[in-house]
């Protein structure tokens, strides 16, 4: 398995961003897909999860501001990102597969994206 993150990159705030985590070696069609951030010196965050039913969760920081969507036919999950804030700034990571609404307890996790909104 392996997941891709692009689209990350450096924005002023108000701005948007389009992140997409590409998938290899699994279904997105069939899995739980998520989205989490972590900053310097913060804890990991979760930010959006879809599962298999296609139910969706948000964090509540993200909320109104934040969309994930997949495109199963390209295998690709995606995080629209609007509205953007100095405090979105983070790493932005992939997670397949795993526990929890974020899907990454014990899942796959890409290698992230860098996302600075100043």
């Known amino acids: 398995v392996q997941l891709v993150e692009s689209g990350g990159g450096s924005v002023q705030a108000g701005g948007s961003l389009r992140l997409s985590c590409a998938a290899s070696?699994?279904?997105?069609?069939?899995?739980?897909m998520g989205w989490f951030r972590q900053a310097p010196g913060k804890e990991r965050e979760g930010v959006a999860g879809?599962?298999?039913?296609?139910?969706?969760s948000y964090g509540d920081s993200v909320k109104g501001r934040f969309t994930i969507s997949r495109d199963n036919a390209k295998n690709t999950v995606y995080l629209q990102m609007n509205s953007l804030k100095p405090e979105d700034s983070a790493t932005y990571y992939c997670?397949?597969?795993?526990?929890?609404?974020?899907?990454?307890?014990?899942?796959?996790w890409g290698q992230g994206t860098q996302v600075t909104v100043s």
């Open positions: 879809i599962d298999t039913d296609d139910y969706i």
């Open positions: 070696g699994l279904a997105t069609s069939d899995s739980c």
């Open positions: 997670a397949a597969r795993g526990r929890g609404k974020w899907c990454l307890l014990g899942g796959y």
